[in-house]
């Protein structure tokens, strides 16, 4: 599976730098790149294009104005200098805001988020899934088996985690990088730097506090707006 990308971005410089990222990603195929928006319709019109890198600033239309004036465009992340502009980013459902100048690595996380987004949409299950619903954890001299359904929620304590379930706590010698690195994306999500949280068992959300269970869960206030777009997508019933 590979998803067919275009870059519109007006900086030769901010292109050649995507087209490298977008190589050296197995499941990305470059299949165009456009100057401004107005050339990038000629790429949609006819094309299948799963994912469009777009930038802000530039001339004759904004990459803020093409987003509110095209009534269908494929999955956007955003790629710009200004930070500002994210809030109108997030509230015209892009997937992802990317600062220029920003890392492989964290290009590789607004990517994969796409991938993710894209196998939902057209009901495929992920390779590493393979239909597991459980993982194992070693726990008190024993090796446990935790259920995904059954773990309410993560929390990092200095060099342990806590794996908060709906019948026990349990302390493991685990960072919460390590456990958020296996548990599949669809359904856990880290909502701040100390917690991951299962997007299932989700009760009400109240400003920064997410109710799991009996416990209220912080959501950090640098990841709130993209928390949000991940747990509501669409799912959420407007009149």
Do not use: W
């Amino acid at each position: 599976m590979k998803l067919n990308c275009i870059i519109v971005d007006d900086e030769p410089p901010a292109r050649k730098v995507l087209s490298e990222y977008i190589e050296d990603t197995d499941f990305l195929q470059l299949t165009g790149k456009a100057e401004n928006p107005l050339k990038a319709d000629n790429l949609l019109t006819g094309n299948q294009v799963d994912l469009m890198f777009l930038d802000i600033n530039m001339p004759k239309l904004s990459g803020i104005e093409f987003l509110r004036t095209s009534a269908s465009l494929p999955m956007t992340i955003i790629t710009t200098a200004y930070a500002a502009y994210a809030i109108d980013g997030f509230n015209l459902n892009v997937l992802d805001y990317l600062v220029k100048p920003f890392s492989f690595e964290r290009f590789l996380k607004a990517v994969n988020k796409a991938k993710e987004q894209y196998l939902l949409k057209n009901q495929l299950t992920p390779p590493a899934a393979s239909g597991d619903n459980y993982f194992f954890v070693k726990y008190d001299g024993k090796i446990e088996k935790i259920l995904y359904d059954e773990l309410l929620y993560v929390e990092a304590m200095l060099n342990y985690v806590l794996l908060h379930t709906e019948s026990r706590k349990l302390i493991v010698y685990l960072t919460i990088k390590s456990i958020l690195d296996q548990l599949p994306a669809n359904l856990f999500l880290k909502v701040h730097k100390s917690y991951i949280i299962n997007i299932g068992k989700i009760k009400s959300i109240d400003k920064n506090e997410i109710m799991i269970g009996n416990a209220s869960v912080p959501v950090s206030q640098a990841l709130y707006e993209t928390v949000l777009k991940d747990i509501l997508k669409d799912k959420m019933i407007k009149r």
